[in-house]
T-cell receptor, first 116, second 115 residues
Framework: KNQVEQSPQSLIILEGKNCTLQ??????????LRWYKQDTGRGPVSLTI?????NTKSNGRYTATLDADTKQSSLHITASQLSDSASYIC???????????????FGSGTQLTVLP | DAEITQSPRHKITETGRQVTLACHQT?????MFWYRQDLGHGLRLIHY???????NKGEVSDGYSVSRSNTEDLPLTLESAASSQTSVYFC??????????????FGPGTRLTVL
């Protein structure tokens, strides 16, 4: 069964600290993995996408890693800010020939709270 | 600026009533999607469309329907609302159909409560 598991479910850190969010998946065959940020009361917004050949990709203070062998990804946030408080969702796309919206499997997200 | 909007943002209705949630995008995207988001679950696909007159069922389509009469709109209808359909509903759109890294752009969501 194609699944995406995220950990921890929730995380509280102090402003300025670093943190790492985890995403483990069983989706196969793998196409790509995307991290979304969802602010409270808003829709998800894409942060970055990882393809099979990419190990690390940065977007400002956000750095995503991918280990396709172990089927794990992480999102590292450096020098956290209050505005980083949000839910972070991992989404994995399965590679199938027909091309369907059913290719996507969403994780349930990690709720990050950054305190002053 | 192009955008995707949903209305209403909040809705309270009674069991058995028909409810329609609106979704409108100005990106001219071919693909549109409806998801529901519940605590402890990832976003779950309800219905999707790849273009005008095209609609497809997602993983949780029972009790929901959609129609696509133009590129910009994909309204979601709950034929007879049930308490189990209390949720936050997100509409999304994307420019391409198959494969690739096409990003989905999400609307702000509609919080629906069925009493």
């Amino acid at each position: 069964k194609n699944q995406v598991e995220q950990s921890p479910q929730s995380l509280i850190i102090l402003e300025g600290k670093n943190c790492t969010l985890q995403c483990n998946y069983t989706v196969s065959p793998f196409s790509n993995l995307r991290w979304y940020k969802q602010d409270t009361g808003r829709g998800p917004v894409s942060l970055t996408i990882m393809t099979f050949s990419e190990n690390t990709k940065s977007n400002g203070r956000y750095t995503a890693t991918l280990d396709a062998d172990t089927k794990q990804s992480s999102l590292h946030i450096t020098a956290s800010q209050l505005s980083d408080s949000a839910s972070y969702i991992c989404v994995v796309r399965r590679e199938i020939s027909s091309g369907s919206a059913r290719q996507l499997t969403f994780g349930s997200g990690t709720q990050l709270t950054v305190l002053p | 600026d192009a955008e995707i909007t949903q209305s209403p943002r909040h809705k309270i209705t009674e069991t058995g009533r028909q409810v329609t949630l609106a979704c409108h995008q100005t990106w001219n995207h071919n693909n549109m999607f409806w998801y529901r988001q519940d605590l402890g679950h990832g976003l779950r696909l309800i219905h999707y469309s790849y273009g005008v007159q095209d609609t497809n069922k997602g993983e949780v389509s029972d009790g929901y329907s959609v129609s696509r009469s133009n590129t910009e709109d994909l309204p979601l209808t709950l034929e007879s609302a049930a308490s189990s359909q209390t949720s936050v509903y997100f509409c999304a759109s994307s420019p391409f159909r198959s494969g690739g890294s096409n990003e989905q752009f999400f609307g702000p969501g509609t919080r629906l409560t069925v009493l």
